[in-house]
């Protein structure tokens, strides 16, 4: 099958999915998408010129490949599994990838098992955030086999600048697993950081004015302290409860390789506080709210000189 001949389908059309088709459709691929309980994306993206289907089902009979952007294993399953999941629509030959990032233990379950219907799968979790899924300039790291790599790289592309063939399937959401510790790690210690710092009488401002420009600075930092520095609540659109579902995939990702890992329990437990309290569906960023209330001090948005 050529590129030109391959019909996709998307299931996931949320904050970074949504941009993701936008990119499929508009550059040239025939697209089919799943109905969403947002209307207004699946609304956007009929209007650019995609199908819409009901089911995972129909999804699979419409397409050679489907790409999956969900919360995580769990979901995915379901997607696949059942009289109208999309094992039951989809024909030999055709590719199921898993951008979500997702327990590695499960990829390779679901693998073997469509294998076995001639249905190749593979995983391609994603990096930065949904401006730069709508600018189609997300990063990805994809775990399939050469040639299966070679067949996706074109559909990829369409939303992706920086792609990492990082190894076999499982690969991608194995790494995915590992960037996410890093990430979420320097969150849990940005938090703890910035408590301690108000509590002793440095405000965010000013420890702001060390940290940025200096060797410490990143990326994520910068888009990590606009919660703090200017009460921006969009500016990191990711999840507490996402991240702490990633946290418990690392744990038992280093059970399962026999790994004391004393650092990724300490970050899973400080997501972990914030879960407790209520905080499951507000972003990373604002896991200082949490960490600073746990130690008597507000750390008040846009509002510290």
Known sequence: MTNAQESVGFIGVGYM?????????????????????????????????AKEAKTPREIGAASSIVFLCVTGSRQ???LIRGPDGLK???????????????????????AAELAEAGIDYADAPLGRTPKEAWEGTLDTM??????????????????????????????GHRMKLLNN????????????????????????KRFDSVIRGGRMDCGFYQTFSRWVLEGDENAHKFTIANAFKDLTYLEAMADAAGLVNPIGNAVKNSFGVAMAAGGAERYVPMLTDYIGRLNGTDLVPANQN
Request: charged letters at 20%; hydrophobic letters at 45%.
């Open 181 to 204: 510790f890093v990430s979420l790690g320097y969150a849990a210690l940005y938090a703890e950081a910035l408590a301690l710092s108000q509590k002793v009488g440095i405000t965010p």
């Open 88 to 110: 039951a629509g989809l024909k030999p030959g055709s590719v199921v990838v898993d951008c979500s990032t997702s327990d590695p233990n499960s990829t390779l379950a679901l």
């Open 76 to 78: 995915v399953e379901a």
């Open 17 to 49: 999915g949504h941009g993701m088709a936008k990119n499929i459709v508009e550059k040239g691929y025939a697209l089919t998408v799943m109905g969403h309980r947002n209307r207004a994306p699946v609304e956007d993206l009929v209007a650019r010129g």
């Open 142 to 171: 994809v775990g399939a086999s050469d040639a299966l790599f070679e067949r996706l790289k074109p559909v990829i592309s369409t939303w992706a600048g920086r792609i990492v063939h990082i190894g076999g399937t499982g690969d």
